[in-house]
């Protein structure tokens, strides 16, 4: 069955770095457009970053020039290189796939920026 598994997530000071990770299996990864969304207390889950099987990639406003999405198809992780964080970032993030007419989810991986 496709499963997702991220990690990486801490408890940081405004301006840390931080690389989020998803471990993905059950599908052939390297033909899928992968995505990163995040949820906040109260708050919808919102996309964050999506990269294509081409490596095109795309970024929600908030965090253009600040994230980078990766993949790496050979070991099929997904990667989120978070830079000059900032306290609106803190969430829960998740890596989302869609396949064959669903939606899969990891668990999530909380972030918290705080000074």
């Known amino acids: 069955q496709v499963r997702l598994v991220e990690s990486g997530g801490a408890m940081v000071q405004p301006g840390d770095t931080l690389r989020l990770s998803c471990v993905v299996s059950g599908i052939n990864f390297r033909l899928y457009p992968m995505n990163w969304y995040r949820q906040s207390p109260g708050k919808l889950r919102e996309w964050v970053a999506g990269?294509?099987?081409?490596?095109?990639?795309n970024y929600t406003d908030s965090v253009k020039d600040r994230f980078t999405i990766s993949r790496d198809n050979v070991r099929t992780r997904l990667y989120l290189q978070m830079n000059s964080l900032r306290p609106d970032d803190t969430a829960v993030y998740y890596c989302?796939?869609?396949?064959?007419?669903?939606?899969?989810w990891g668990q999530g991986t909380q972030v918290t920026v705080s000074s």
């Open positions: 990269i294509s099987s081409d490596l095109r990639t």
């Open positions: 989302n796939v869609y396949h064959r007419g669903n939606q899969y």
